[in-house]
């Protein structure tokens, strides 16, 4: 447990909680122990898919600018690496992710949300990269994560205008899957994530790495990509026990164990 992440587990769902007040800004700790946390989640078998919470208030409002503000290029140069690696263990941690995101979500913030298989937010949640204002672009995965997300003529634009973008238009863009009362915020992303407890974990990370690989390629490679990836499964128990299901009992009441 760190001393601002932590990593909560309860019925196979594990919660990546950001706790540091007032708007969990993420300064240099913050970061060690997002990419301490994600590496725990990866590792830990009773952990079947992942939650990004960062509080009823609000899930994370960006970088630590006071702590950027006064350092050299060559402090930069470290800092953007170790902000980089953080949050792409987050974006490649082989389980199902959602990140349930209240108030507001800034900068690294909704670069740390866009790491995330899905993002469910309250309906008065605030969200955009206003680094352009900074006079700097964003640093964590803005310029590209986003732009695979929603596309780059849209990212374009909240990137260039530094805007917020309010839940509505959020959704009706394609940056964020739900939209909920600010109270029911992570008990939807529970709920999401909480489906593939007992699902087949192999499968899933399978699925996951198909999709998320493919869209770093070309179709040809990345059709070359889901073929292997769909025919290793056939060296797990899981498949074995999906198929003899369904062959007896019918689709959709296979009972797996993850191997």
């Known amino acids: 447990m760190g001393e601002f992440v932590r990593l909560e587990v309860e019925g196979g769902v594990g919660t990546i909680r950001l706790d540091r007040p007032p708007v969990n800004a993420l300064n240099d700790r913050v970061q060690a122990?997002?990419?301490?946390?994600?590496?725990?989640?990866a590792d830990r078998d009773d952990v079947r898919a992942v939650v990004l919470y960062g509080g009823e208030k609000t899930f994370a409002g960006g970088a630590d600018i006071k702590e950027m503000a006064g350092r050299s290029y060559a402090e930069?140069?470290?800092?953007?690496?170790?902000?980089?690696?953080?949050?792409?263990?987050?974006?490649?941690?082989?389980?199902?992710?959602?990140?349930?995101?209240?108030?507001?979500?800034?900068?690294?913030?909704?670069?740390?949300?866009?790491?995330?298989?899905?993002?469910v937010v309250g309906d008065n949640v605030k969200v955009g990269q206003p680094e352009i204002q900074l006079g700097i672009i964003p640093g964590g995965g803005g310029t590209q994560r986003l732009a695979r997300l929603i596309g780059p003529s849209r990212a374009k634009d909240l990137v260039y205008t530094g805007r917020f973008v309010k839940a509505e238009e959020a959704a009706s863009i394609g940056l964020v899957d739900e939209v909920v009362a600010p109270d029911d915020v992570y008990t939807a992303a529970h709920r999401w994530a909480a489906q593939f407890v007992n699902g087949p974990a192999l499968a899933l990370r399978a699925a996951k790495a198909?999709?998320?690989?493919?869209?770093?390629?070309?179709?040809?490679?990345?059709?070359?990509?889901?073929?292997?990836?769909?025919?290793?499964?056939?060296?797990?128990?899981?498949?074995?026990?999906?198929?003899?299901?369904?062959?007896?009992n019918g689709p959709g009441k296979a009972t797996f164990e993850g191997k």
């Open 76 to 119: 930069m140069t470290r800092f953007g690496a170790a902000l980089q690696d953080s949050l792409t263990r987050l974006a490649e941690l082989p389980k199902p992710t959602v990140a349930a995101v209240t108030g507001y979500a800034l900068g690294g913030g909704l670069e740390l949300a866009l790491t995330a298989d899905r993002r």
């Open 210 to 248: 198909a999709i998320d690989g493919g869209l770093d390629t070309d179709l040809r490679n990345g059709l070359k990509l889901e073929t292997h990836l769909f025919t290793a499964l056939w060296a797990t128990e899981d498949q074995s026990r999906g198929m003899e299901s369904f062959l007896e």
């Open 33 to 41: 122990e997002l990419a301490e946390a994600a590496q725990e989640a």
